[in-house]
């Protein structure tokens, strides 16, 4: 069946403009993760929903950040005033059991 | 929180030799450890995980060992093949249940640069 999906595979943006990336998880998967990939290194863990349980924000890295979850489906992951700091890979997974499958990711560059 | 540490940083081998990646834990309730294998501009693959109810599992050349009492678990790849070339990641999860499900954030190491060479 289909996988995890992202949009847009890129975005170029401009630092103080908002942002938002798309995350499609794969059908009947109730949990759903953001993750954030800069340049060489590892996953940071960002966010996650699973079910109709409130989200845990707490890899949010500052309220410029926010996620939500339409109808426990797919996700938007919202960056309001970009920073060049912000620029990596976005990362989004879903999961049923214990695997987290991934998406191809959103390259973010913040110029 | 959790922390994960990972070793080597970068790991080099002939073809057909074996490649060990070890990592280490910090939060004792962390109860799953996948390891994804990422090749360049690719999303991580999930390639093999352990649950701490168990101390090894093994799928074809590639197994995973899990020593709850040392806080550590390793990855080990034998007869490697140039295509096994990548960057792999471990991870730890204390992962819930709700509804018949399984869920929980994964802290993943900072990575491994596997080369294999032919």
């Known amino acids: 069946g289909a996988g995890v999906s992202q949009s847009p595979s890129n975005k170029v943006t401009e630092k103080g403009k908002d942002v938002e990336l798309r995350c499609d998880p794969i059908s009947g998967h109730t949990a759903l993760y953001w993750y954030r990939q800069s340049l060489g290194q590892g996953l940071e863990f960002l966010i996650y929903f699973q079910g109709n349980s409130a989200p845990d924000k707490s890899g949010l890295p500052s309220d410029r950040f926010s996620a939500e979850r339409t109808g426990g489906s797919v996700s938007t992951l919202t960056i309001q005033r970009t920073q060049q700091e912000d620029s990596a890979v976005y990362l989004c997974a879903s999961s049923f059991r214990y695997e987290q499958y991934f998406g191809p990711g959103t390259r973010l560059t913040v110029t | 929180g959790e922390n994960v540490e990972q070793h080597p940083s970068t790991l080099s081998v002939q073809e057909g030799d074996s490649a060990v990646i070890k990592c280490t834990y910090s939060d004792s309730a962390s109860n799953y450890f996948p390891w994804y294998k990422q090749e360049l501009g690719k999303r991580p693959q999930l390639i093999i995980d352990i649950r701490s109810n168990v101390g090894e599992k093994k799928d074809q050349r590639i197994a995973v060992t899990l020593n709850k009492t040392a806080k550590h678990f390793s990855l080990h790849i034998t007869e490697t093949q140039p295509e096994d070339s990548a960057v792999y990641f471990c991870?730890?999860?204390?992962?819930?249940?709700?509804?018949?499900?399984?869920?929980?954030?994964?802290?993943f190491g900072q990575g491994t640069i596997l080369t294999v060479h032919p």
């Open positions: 991870a730890a999860s204390r992962t819930g249940n709700a509804g018949g499900t399984s869920y929980g954030k994964l802290t």
